[in-house]
Every structure is written in structure tokens, then in C-alpha cells.
């Protein structure tokens, strides 16, 4: 309901927040705004291309394997894509059980086919997804994602990447501002 309330109002927040600064930060701050904003619109395209790419790859291997029900398990991998580490794990348990009634050897080459395609998802496609519109190092990408496994869990995974895009681009407004007041300094 907050988030709700949080998107429904957030141009007339963002001008009382804007109205509510030292006129001399209006500009400055506006533009910070608008570069969060387009960071966060860039992270869920990114996540959306992601279940689409993972479900798109996961239908067709099945497909190619000759494992039942491949085109639902790949919308299935899709929308499962959204929920970091048990998602695909409840994918992969799901069409493994189901390869396994049909054929004990193609649930093998089922589980191999999942494992090869969650080291690729997770360590390549991702990874530059993320950091070609958030303009973020796939390795920073990885660093963040694990350090928010650490620091907390499930919702950790979740936030890392948002949280550590939204820093950076508070980080470099903060930076550039700094030099600009320090060049208008008199000497």
C-alpha cells in the first residue's frame, strides 16, 4: 500500500521536497532525482529482459532435450527468475521430477542443462545486462550481489544491485558537485 501511495504521488513529493531546498540545490537536486529515477527504470528493464532471456533459453534447451512440458517449464523459469537462488531451485527441482518420470537419463541431462545454464545466467548474461544500462562493472554486479547475500539473506540479493546503482549515482552527483564548488571558490 506504501509503495502504492509512494508512486502514485511521487511528482508532487519530489516538487515538495525540491520547493523545501535552498534554492541555490534545486537544480542540482532535481537533476539527482531524475538520474535515481532513471537508474531504478534501467534496473527493472534489465530484470525483465533477464526472466525473459532465462525463459526464452530454459524452453528451448528443454525443447532440444526432448523433455515434456519444456514451453510451460520455460514461462514457469520466466516468472521464477524474479525470486533470487529459490526460484530457480524450485525450477529446477520441478523439471528434474518431471524429466525423471519419463526417462532417468534425460532428468541427468535435464540437471545438467539447468546447472550450465544458471552459471551462465548468473556470471554472464546478467551481470552485463545490469551493468550495461546501470552502468555498473559486471564484477561489481557479482561483489554486490554476494556482499547482500551476506548481509542479509534473500532480501539482501534483492536490494544489492538497486541499492549499489543508486549509491553510485549519488556518489558521482556528490563528487561533481564538489569539484564544481571548489572551482568557483575565489583563489
Known sequence: VLAFLLLKDATAIRRILLTALPHRMQLRSHRLLEELNQTLAAYVRAQLIACAVVGTLTG?????????????????????????????????????????????????????FLGVLRIVEDY?????????????????????????????????????????????????????WRERDAASLPV
Open 124 to 176: 554472464v548474461i546478467y551481470p552485463r545486462l545490469i551493468g550495461r544500462d546501470i552502468h555498473l562493472h559486471p564484477l561489481v554486479v557479482i561483489l554486490a550481489v554476494l556482499a547482500g547475500v551476506e548481509l542479509n539473506g534473500i532480501a539482501g540479493v534483492f536490494i544489492a544491485v538497486p541499492v549499489v546503482a543508486l549509491l553510485t549515482v549519488a556518489a558521482r552527483h556528490w563528487l561533481e
Open 60 to 112: 528451448l534447451g528443454l525443447a532440444l532435450l526432448g523433455n515434456p512440458y519444456a514451453l510451460l517449464l520455460g514461462a514457469l523459469a520466466a516468472v521464477v527468475e524474479f525470486v533470487p537462488v529459490l526460484g530457480p531451485l524450485a525450477l529446477a527441482t520441478v523439471a528434474i521430477g518431471i524429466a525423471a518420470l519419463h526417462d532417468p537419463m534425460l532428468a541427468v541431462w535435464t540437471a545438467v
